[in-house]
């Protein structure tokens, strides 16, 4: 019995430390930004959308006070109308929802909305597939709006980026998803994760490392800094979204190539909202960096990565490149081609 | 009794806690990683029959970026009719085999695809209507010519091991990876229903998106010759090939980069996208000496002429200006040198 009782205590003891371990391990992983999509136009109401179609979720003109006439949907799905709602003297009572008659909603444009965050007053280039097909400006909060109806329905690949004040690059942020024919896809949420820049790419062990970027107004900025035991030190981005952390060198293992990467957390609209990780900066603790080749796969050098660098990448494919080779392990494969897509600009 | 009661209610308590806490903590653990899986993971035909089998990816919270799938059928039953790329959420192919590859494809009973998401993919947005995780589909045909020589066999379209997904981590760095194959349970019987793809290569008549084409050297490719790249997508059926032509030379099958036969860039050349259903888009480059000739040609713009007018004109007064002052002091002079000869 003592045996079993030992046997009980010891799994209870597995049962309750093992989420943690999970935790842990998934903490350790990106966390993706809460980004929703609602598509308006598909009869269901979800997300942001009040109404969609001829389905006001049980609400007529009775609802609003009214005993005759019908609600429509307006706004992309946002808003009941009740300008068809009226009140009869001894009317039968109101009708729900739709067109009079029975008629059946026109089929509108297939439209793609995106509502998102970067940075203040910069300018947000969107890619589909890849490929740059337009450029909008954020406001002094950093929000950006986008709206479309050149956009084949079907899987879509969005991506978005930007420079911020700094000149500092985001890391490419891509949504995958599908867009509904003779509908409006509204995405919500598409933030972009803080920049991130160092004052020095090669720093003495024990002096000061500047890192510093730019996110959105007011929010808290968790800084990660790989070593052995990852350090995180956290700080406040001003309301013109500009951050930065002085950050002692002493706990860095020295002649050693570090990392850091950043992200932002804040509360909008009531909900917590956690951004993924920007792009990670590399600096150097020691006195002499070992020479990079061809960094960021910007493999033609000018500025951009995009289809011609991917074609360079092709041409020297299997080859011993030490330019295309990006993490130089003697061959030009998959891994390089992976780096070249994390660096993606269009 | 209630005593004896009370302890058996509290040890079946401790029972359920104990299996439901043990698969709750251990659960997490087991399904880390990103898992590449066929759909249906099961499925019953029967000979004639024409079906699909969807290859998808769960990135399972990571951020992923590349694929490289290797997959084997079983070629001595099934035969692969063509591979639909117009859902894929892969926006960037480094190898696809085309529809010239079906062929040797149905010989070896291997299939390859690898190729990228720029920025990466992070699974499914809360909210999509669709499951947006599929890299391709395979769409096979079981012959019917077989009815009475096979009997009913379970066979499995597999995923093979040298599969890779790599992290959008800027480091290349390989994911965790499970694996889950497509069982296949063929009937001796006829069957022979719609064939869905024929059906949908029927129905495709959009052509691939629009695109451009870039004209580049660099000193390190090509010896420093001149070569295009080109690059688009198909939101049905997906790109199948592409063809290029430069001036009056024929269409031939091309993969970008292509290196330019004509380097003196005085031709016109042109890029044939076609997707899978036979549909196309031409993209047409004027390279610039091309460009640059019919401006040397062109009669001159009015505003130019209008431009010209004016300045001569200005001149033509400054000049006319000059002479009359010119006249006017000459006149002035000889009637001085006049008026300085008469007698006093």
Known sequence: MELWKRFLKVFLLISIFCPFLSLKTFAQKQIPTIVGISVCGDGSIDGFEVCDGDNFGGKTCATYGYNRGYLLCVDNCTRISVEHCYTEPGGMGAGGGGYPGGATRPLGPTTLIVLGKAYPDTEVKILKDGKEIARVRTDSQANFSWQTTDITPGVNSLSFWADDKFGLRSILYTLTFEVMPNAVTTVRGAYLPPTIGVDKNIVKRGETLKIFGQTIPEAKVPVYIASPAEIIQETDSKKTGE???????????????????????????????????????????????????????????????????????????????????????????????????????? | MRIANCKLKIANLNWKALISAIFLSFFPVFVFGATLYLEPKEGEYKLG??????????????????????????????????????????????????????????????????????????????????????????????????VGEVKEETEEIKILENSQVFLNDGKGTLAKLNFQDSKIKILPTAGGGLNEWREKLLNDTTPPEPFEIRIQKNPNIFEGKYFIVFYTTDKETGIDYYMVKEG???????????????????????????????????????????????KAIAPPKKEVNLKKIIQISIISILVLVLIFVAVLFIKKKLMFKKGKNLPS
Not at chain 2, 78 to 93: A, K, M, Y
Not at chain 2, 262 to 290: F, H, M, S
Request: charged residues 25%; proline residues 6%; aromatic residues 10%.
């Open chain 1, 243 to 346: 951050w930065d952390i002085l950050f002692d060198t002493t706990p860095l293992e020295d002649e050693t190539m570090h990392t850091a990467k950043s992200q932002f957390k804040t509360t909008i609209e009531g909900s917590t909202v956690v951004s993924g990780f920007s792009k990670f900066v590399t600096f150097y603790v020691g006195k002499k960096a070992p020479a990079g080749i061809c960094p960021g796969a910007d493999l033609n050098q000018d500025g951009k990565v995009n289809l011609i660098d991917f074609s360079i990448l092709l041409y020297y494919w299997g080859t011993n490149n030490p330019c295309a080779d990006q993490n130089q392990d003697g061959i030009v494969n998959l891994v390089d081609f992976s780096i070249m897509m994390y660096y993606w600009t269009g």
């Open chain 2, 49 to 146: 029959d024409h079906f699909g089998v969807k290859i998808r990816i769960d990135p399972e919270g990571e951020c992923i970026n590349t694929i490289s799938v290797d997959l084997s059928f079983p070629n001595d039953i099934l035969v692969l009719e063509g591979i639909d790329l117009g859902e894929s959420i892969v926006t960037i192919w480094v190898d696809k085999p085309s529809s010239f590859d079906i062929k040797k494809i149905n010989e070896t009973g291997k299939i390859h695809f690898s190729g990228g998401i720029p920025g990466g993919y992070c699974g499914r947005i809360p909210g999509d209507p669709g499951l947006t995780n599929m890299v391709a589909e395979l769409r096979f045909y079981i012959p019917s010519m077989m």
């Open chain 2, 248 to 294: 009056e030379r024929d269409w031939k099958v091309a993969k970008s980069p292509y290196l330019l036969e004509n380097q003196n860039l005085d031709e016109e050349i042109k890029v044939k996208a076609v997707d899978r259903a036979g549909n196309e888009t031409i993209a047409t480059l004027y390279p610039e000496k091309i460009k640059e000739k019919p």
